[in-house]
């Protein structure tokens, strides 16, 4: 007999595919960023444009540009000093991880609590991903931040199912269920979103811990597979700290970091950490 898991990846996987339920779209904003960085003729005046007609977003970005994680020596005043400082590229990426939180909310209380708890701990990811990614790789800190912004973004579809369903109203059976399935989901997403593989990988492989990738050099799924781990650290009785061996986890040697994390001296990067999450926070 099927599991309740399976069973609900087959109705969601079946209601997409007949367009009953839809996949979450990315905000207009985050897409005409997209679009301009994508395209080589724009000018970072053109950028501006598009973030300048969202008075909520350029708040958002002015604020992150003048956090301590890009610690500037003159404080940015509007999003055109923000591209000048960061990057056409890495701005359109931050402006598609930070309109995300739009997607986050739903109508019913438990479904709102699940989304609340997914996108604030996808944050904390996405704040410690970006500071691993600039100490200790050669990737882009700004396409890592994406990276664990959107390695849970399955879970919306599953909850927007619970509750136009009516089913999976029992909080444990739902938090089992969407750990089971997420991941799936999540490739469906981004690769409806037309991302780049190395991103759409990051839901399908963060929780594969010993996986083989060929190579010594990091990728964005270690990055994140690392840094989801990390905010475990102060959770003793998380299955993550009392059943898995970190140190059978191969990225963190592909990362360059010590598994046994608190006795290593990376616990200098925390006030970093909690500087980076705190970026992504709205308010």
Request: net charge negative; proline share 5%.
């Amino acid at each position: 007999m099927a599991s309740i898991e399976e069973v609900t990846l087959q109705e969601i996987n079946e209601l997409i595919d007949n367009d009953r339920l839809v996949l979450p779209t990315l905000p207009e904003v985050a897409l005409k960023a997209r679009e301009t960085a994508e395209d080589p003729n724009a000018s970072a005046g053109d950028l501006a444009k598009v973030i300048n007609n969202d008075a909520a977003m350029t708040a958002r970005i002015i604020k992150v540009a003048n956090s301590p994680i890009m610690r500037g020596s003159r404080e940015i005043e509007d999003v055109q000093m923000a591209i000048a400082r960061l990057g056409i590229t890495c701005i359109s990426n931050l402006v598609t991880g930070l309109a995300m939180e739009q997607m986050f909310q739903a109508t019913s209380d438990l479904i709102d609590k699940s989304m609340r708890q997914s996108w604030h701990h996808s944050t904390e990811v996405a704040g410690i991903a970006n500071v691993i990614c600039k100490h200790y790789t050669k990737l882009k800190p700004d396409q890592a931040t994406l990276a664990g912004l959107v390695h849970e973004i399955g879970v919306l579809p599953i909850l927007t199912y619970a509750e136009e369903s009516d089913k999976l109203n029992d909080p444990i059976t739902l938090q089992k269920v969407i750990h089971s399935i997420h991941p799936k989901v999540g490739v469906k997403i981004l690769q409806s979103w037309e991302f780049p593989k190395e991103l759409i990988d990051v839901p399908a492989h963060y929780r594969k811990f010993n996986r083989d990738t060929g190579s010594d050099k990091p990728d964005y799924v270690d990055i994140v597979m690392v840094a989801n781990l990390q905010t475990y650290m102060n959770k003793p009785d998380h299955p993550y700290i009392t059943k898995l061996n970190w140190s059978d986890v191969t990225a963190f040697s592909r990362v360059g970091l010590d598994p046994n994390m608190e006795d290593s001296g990376e616990e200098d990067l925390a006030a970093e950490m909690e500087a980076a999450m705190a970026m992504l926070q709205a308010g």
